[in-house]
């Protein structure tokens, strides 16, 4: 199957779990305690796969000037959530004074489509570079979808819109997800620039972003689970890269 036919494929799958995410909030019928266990795995392999798959990747293709895009992609996400979005974390947000007014619940939202988009950059650069990478890239991504729906849906209620509208700014998430596969797709030529930037945007959501709510949960345990992560990039290198 063509990489592109792929990355547009896995990028609608990674859209619904945005989508669904969203619903858990919206629903009430999911057990909110199994989402942190994805935030620490998620944290873990995304951390590894940009540092370890990403990165090196990127400087094979692009050569020394890839670090510097990796840094840029980095601070393009740390701009937005440090002007434009008001703090939030990962998960159910219960402090609905802070969002008060409506706008900052689209701020948090907008925050979150630059991280979706550049999920969907990173899905499609990766197929575009090998099978392996993408697929590498997919689960990193995929992990902390769910998550973020369910984040974005939760500040919007938090923010005083209705239910309808919580699970509409998921299904925005989705599609910016998407939207960034075909970016990518139509600029598969430019995937010099593609991969280090949403390098860099990963390792900003993992170390910046799902890390520090793993540090918010008492004991160990959440804790190992980023190594558990770490651990899964590596066997699944292991069982099935072709080196």
């Known amino acids: ?25 919206v629903q009430r019928r999911w057990q909110r305690a199994y989402l942190h266990y994805f935030v620490a795995l998620g944290a873990g392999f995304m951390l590894a796969t940009a540092l370890v798959e990403m990165v090196p990747e990127s400087l094979q293709v692009r050569g020394r000037s890839a670090g510097f895009l990796v840094l840029v992609g980095y601070l393009i996400v740390h701009f937005f959530e440090h002007t434009v979005t008001p703090h939030f974390h ?13 706008h900052r619940g689209y701020s948090v939202l907008l925050g979150l489509i630059i991280h979706t988009f550049f999920d969907g950059i990173a899905i499609a650069s990766g197929f575009i570079v090998s099978n392996w990478l993408g697929w590498i890239i997919f689960t990193a991504v995929f992990l ?10 939760s500040v919007m ?9 919580a699970w509409g700014a998921s299904i925005v998430l989705g599609a910016a997800t998407l939207a960034g596969v075909m970016v990518m797709a139509a ?3 430019e995937v010099g620039f593609g991969l280090p ?5 990963t390792i900003y959501v993992a170390a910046s972003d799902l890390i520090p709510e793993v540090n918010r949960e008492p004991g160990i345990a959440m804790a190992l689970l980023v190594f558990v992560g770490v651990a899964f990039l590596f066997l699944l290198d292991l069982a099935f890269h072709v080196h």
């Not at 990962?90 to 409506?102: I, L, P, R, S, V």
Request: no cysteine; charged share 10%.
């Open 1 to 25: 199957m063509h990489p592109i036919l792929v990355s547009l494929l896995l990028g609608l799958t990674a859209a619904a779990a945005n989508v669904f995410g969203g619903a858990i909030i």
């Open 90 to 102: 990962f998960g159910e947000e219960t402090h609905a004074e802070q969002f008060a007014h409506a």
């Open 144 to 153: 902390h979808k769910i998550p973020e729906g369910f984040t974005v849906a």
């Open 157 to 165: 209620l938090a923010s005083g819109r209705s239910r309808g509208i």
């Open 187 to 189: 600029l598969r030529h």
């Open 197 to 201: 930037l949403s390098a860099g945007v």
